[in-house]
């Protein structure tokens, strides 16, 4: 059976931010890659229409996909919709169905922004329910019973909603990918004006090696790197069910406890 692997963020541009180099690193261990964002991107423009902004994003996080040779899945729902509700749910669970993830990469369960709180709590549900047959999906699709592990990136701004920090059970390597993270990001064109004039960005690109070398710093090994919390195993797989620090061990620094990668 092939092994995949599944990113799903809340907005174009989010995956680039804080899960790509781990996506790109799993994809040279023999993964296949699928990536989504849950919304459209549809109020990340300071000047634009809901219509025109909504296929300019679509088309850059198509773009971003393409150049790390992952299956794009389209967005659900315009930004700020982004609700814990069962439509979505539905299709979301679908979508996990059909591509039955080994690996799911989502968003960190604390965050400053509901779309990302929400997009996790989503996804774990989604995963949960990939087998339960009695939860009718959109479209329908029968349950599968394969194991999946799921994986919370760190928040952006490596703080939850009431700023205290937050550091992952473990760290991954990203050096040998960096410039390819640096390319997918810098895709995002259209986000370049809007997070320097909302969030007061001096620049994307920078704001995402700063990040990077941030967790980086945390390994007390490596120069840039993500940090990832590793979901409960109940409902999804085995306890020892660990794929993505299986697949990237000689990358892997783990932070919680002060083990090594030597000590698992």
């Known amino acids: 059976m092939k092994k995949v692997a599944f990113a799903v963020a809340a907005h174009p541009d989010d995956i680039e931010f804080m ?4 996506l790109l690193l799993l994809k040279q261990a023999g ?52 609700f814990y509700e069962r439509p979505v749910l539905a299709r979301l669970a679908a979508i996990v169905r059909q591509v039955r993830p080994e690996i799911l990469l989502i968003p960190s ?15 774990v549900t989604a995963a949960f329910c990939r087998g339960v047959r009695n939860f009718p999906t959109d479209p329908p699709v029968g349950p599968v019973d394969t194991p999946v ?27 040998s990918v960096l ?11 259209s986000q370049k004006e809007w997070l320097e004039e909302s969030q007061g960005l001096d620049s994307t690109l920078k704001t995402m090696e700063d990040l990077a070398a941030q967790v980086g710093a945390m390994s007390n ?33 783990f932070i919680t406890g002060g083990r090594s990668c030597q000590d698992r």
């Open 19 to 22: 899960m790509v180099g781990t």
């Open 31 to 82: 993964y296949e890659l699928h990536y989504m964002n849950v919304a459209n991107g549809s109020c990340g423009t300071p000047t634009l229409d809901r219509d025109e902004i909504v296929a300019i994003r679509t088309q850059e996080a198509k773009r971003s996909a393409q150049s790390m040779n992952a299956v794009f899945h389209p967005p659900l729902v315009d930004d700020v919709n982004i």
């Open 109 to 123: 369960p604390q965050d400053y922004m509901e779309d990302h709180t929400n997009t996790s709590r989503l996804m």
């Open 149 to 175: 592990a799921l994986y919370h990136a760190l928040p952006y701004g490596l703080q939850d909603q009431l700023r205290n920090a937050v550091r992952p059970e473990f760290v991954v390597d990203i050096g």
């Open 179 to 189: 410039d390819q993270k640096r390319q997918a990001l810098a895709l995002h064109r």
């Open 221 to 253: 090994r490596f120069a840039y790197g993500e940090g990832w919390q590793r979901h409960s195993h109940w409902g999804f797989a085995s306890e020892d069910f660990d794929p993505l620090t299986n697949a990237l061990n000689d990358k892997i620094a």
